[in-house]
């Protein structure tokens, strides 16, 4: 359980770090499933629903930027520890009893340069009707600053919704490294072993630098909301909802409850909300929307 002061700093800097947040037998679990789905690869010549390639990519090299929806490739692995670990109290301690997964995404970035993620808030790519949601990033292997950590500027989650457009308007997934409102002098770095987690605030502008060691830099990010914060229309997630169907989108709906009760009474408050429109020629991921959305680089001059 988190004490009083984990509470308040999550509130006032929007970030945590937890140690220990899975057993190590989850852990052995998670580590076995993804190396079976990072060969699963080798065979692939492009990205599909499942895999993100990288470049490089091949049989006897399997260089990848992400695993997508890896709760659905293996629920045993990766959603049942969500619902029964640390991840779990810290959830509803931040959340409230009713949570819900938004998604998951399993970042690979592979060693000798894996991709950088540029800056950006979540939140700026599926705003809801409130801001109570969480990023969960669950470090399979251990993660220090030679391995393209996680990177967060504190306190940013209080402040304005940044532009994420390049020069054209076109949502590009990433803040100008400009815009006066991004003091990457502030940036704290994350890092931490195999097991622990970091957890950030939907609205926290953060991003991470390629993996410029031999090691490769496993994250499984758990993107949380509370059962209330229904999503606006807009997003790219909606889009997709919306091409369900009422019906099938109430079963999917309950079918990503992690904690506590489902409810179709969403909670309105007034946060500030920027739609991800006009979009990327190839909105696929953060890597394909900042690619082809011409995102400009923070760590292209380090």
Not at 127 to 140: K, Y
Not at 210 to 215: A, E, G, I, V, Y
């Amino acid at each position: 359980m988190l004490s009083q002061q984990e509470i308040e700093a999550f509130d006032r800097d929007g970030y945590l770090l937890v140690e220990d947040a899975i057993s190590p037998e989850q852990l052995a679990v998670m580590r076995e499933a993804t190396a079976a789905l990072i060969d699963q690869s080798r065979t692939m010549t492009t990205s599909d629903h499942r895999f993100d390639l990288d470049d490089g990519h091949g049989p006897n090299n399997p260089r990848l930027t992400r695993i997508k929806l890896p709760h659905k490739l293996n629920r045993s692995a990766y959603w049942d520890p969500l619902q029964n670990s640390k991840m779990t109290e810290v959830l509803n301690t931040l959340l409230g009893p009713n949570t819900m997964l938004q998604t998951t995404k399993l970042n690979t970035k592979a060693p000798g340069g894996g991709q950088a993620v540029e800056w950006h808030q979540d939140w700026a790519f599926y705003p809801h009707t409130n801001d109570t949601m969480l990023a969960i990033g669950l470090m399979l292997e251990d993660v220090d600053e030679a391995n393209g950590p996680l990177q967060v500027i504190p306190g940013s989650h209080k402040g304005p919704v940044l532009a994420h457009t390049n020069k054209d308007g076109v949502f590009c997934g990433a803040v100008d490294p400009e815009d006066p409102d991004f003091d990457y002098d502030k940036a704290v770095t994350l890092t931490g072993k195999a097991g622990s987690m970091s957890v950030h605030h939907v609205r926290m502008l953060h991003g991470s630098s390629p993996n410029n060691s031999d090691r490769n830099r496993y994250i499984l990010f758990y993107e949380c909301r509370a059962a209330d914060a229904w999503p606006l229309f807009g997003s790219a997630a909606t889009i997709g909802m919306a091409a369900m169907g009422q019906q099938k989108l109430w079963d999917e709906m309950h079918d990503t409850v992690i904690t506590g009760e489902f409810t179709a009474v969403p909670r309105c408050e007034a946060v500030p909300v920027r739609l991800p429109l006009p979009p990327a020629p190839d909105a696929g991921s953060i890597f394909k929307t900042q690619k082809t959305g011409g995102a400009k680089s923070v760590y292209a001059a380090e």
